[in-house]
Nanobody
Framework: VQLVESGGGLVQAGGSLKLSCVVS????????MGWYRQAPGNRRELVAI????????IYVDSVRGRFTISRDNAKNTVFLQMNSLAPEDTAVYYC??????????????????WGQGTQVTVSS
């Protein structure tokens, strides 16, 4: 499985970015998907998940109301629209599969491989 994330960059606090992740080598529409992030010195954190049909989503408290996860199963792509960005959102962002569960702490999963991620840096 290959995962290719893009769309990161440097943005001022309050700004917006839209991340994309193209997945190949698997039946994308069969899996719930998630966006993960990892800041220096921190563990990888799952911040948003989307049902395989795309009709339901769950967010970690710190991003709810600011981030929106979506997917296009025809294009094997998952997106993360990030608004009202804050310096604490600075991290490398990755996509990967996730388990569909109400408790994000139990939803972390993977295809066995990770992409290179995309760096998001928010300046104050």
């Amino acid at each position: 499985v290959q995962l290719v994330e893009s769309g990161g960059g440097l943005v001022q606090a309050g700004g917006s970015l839209k991340l994309s992740c193209v997945v190949s080598g698997t039946r994308f529409s069969s899996y719930a998907m998630g966006w993960y992030r990892q800041a220096p010195g921190n563990r990888r954190e799952l911040v948003a998940i989307i049902k395989r049909s795309g009709d339901d989503t769950i967010y970690v408290d710190s991003v709810r109301g600011r981030f929106t996860i979506s997917r296009d199963n025809a294009k094997n792509t998952v997106f993360l629209q990030m608004n009202s960005l804050a310096p604490e959102d600075t991290a490398v962002y990755y996509c990967n599969k996730a388990l569909w569960t109400l408790h994000l702490a139990a939803a972390m999963s993977s295809f066995g491989s990770w992409g290179q991620g995309t760096q998001v840096t928010v300046s104050s």
